[in-house]
């Protein structure tokens, strides 16, 4: 697995280990942070454009990305089967519509 910040973009990339390319602004990952403050519902969290920039994005035993945002939110674990549930490629989109 291969985890890319695209920092000039705001984005976080995945090449997965089965090949599967996996692309996430940080606004959508914002959105959905999963810490017990955000409850990733979806919404905007309250959170400004600032808390996107230079966030500090690192690997946490090969099993998440921890995401520390600009507002202060050290929280932020993100798993990996969170991460591939939230990916919106046309495939992983397709799979979800049709129940899979």
């Known amino acids: ?3 890319s910040h695209l920092k000039e973009f705001e984005f976080l990339r995945i090449i997965w280990d089965d090949g599967h390319l996996s692309d996430y602004s940080l606004a959508h ?4 942070c999963p810490c ?3 409850h990733g519902q979806g919404d905007d969290n309250g959170f400004e454009r600032k808390d996107l920039q230079m966030p500090v994005i690192s690997n946490v035993d090969g099993t998440a990305v921890s995401i520390a945002w600009a507002n202060g939110d050290h929280t932020s674990i993100y798993d990996f089967a969170f991460l591939r549930s939230l990916c919106s490629c046309h495939a992983c989109q397709a799979r979800k519509m049709l129940g899979g």
């Not at 990952?29 to 959905?32: A, E, G, H, K, T």
């Open 29 to 32: 990952l914002r959105r959905y």
């Open 36 to 38: 017990p403050v955000c």
């Open 1 to 3: 697995m291969e985890i």
